[in-house]
């Protein structure tokens, strides 16, 4: 099993930034990708960024391109969420997920494992 741990949400004004972090734990030699979800109160989780276990692919939903920005430090199984220029619909629980899968994985489905989420709230 793989254990996630999501930290560093909270409250900001429009415009500020945060910064997620999540840490892998457990079997991690079985992950291939990391991602970063939301889920704003009664919407669908959506995808936000997705980032290979190597580091070296990247890639983010259009609606957080040129705000948000994802990475991963190998040394300590961590990777994390830049957020920048932060809007009010940004508000919504951030979760963590890997997937033992390759590829561009934008999809719930193509997760195997999840944290229990980190709350961002932006206000105007």
């Known amino acids: 099993q793989v254990q996630l741990e999501e930290s560093g949400g909270g409250f900001v004004q429009a415009g500020g930034s945060l910064r997620l972090s999540c840490v892998a734990s457990?079997?991690?030699?079985?992950?291939?990708?990391m991602g970063w979800f939301r889920q704003a109160p009664g919407k669908e989780r959506e995808f936000v960024a997705g980032?290979?276990?190597?580091?070296?692919?990247?890639y983010y939903a259009n609606f957080v391109k040129g705000r948000f920005t994802i990475t991963r430090d190998s040394a300590v199984n961590t990777e994390y969420l830049q957020m920048d220029s932060l809007k009010p619909e940004d508000t919504a629980v951030y979760y963590c997920?890997?997937?033992?899968?390759?590829?561009?994985?934008?999809?719930?489905?193509?997760?195997?494992?999840w944290g229990r989420g980190t709350q961002v709230t932006v206000s105007s």
């Open positions: 997920a890997a997937s033992r899968l390759t590829g561009t994985l934008k999809t719930s489905m193509e997760y195997d494992y």
């Open positions: 457990g079997r991690t030699f079985n992950i291939e990708h």
């Open positions: 980032i290979s276990w190597s580091g070296d692919s990247t």
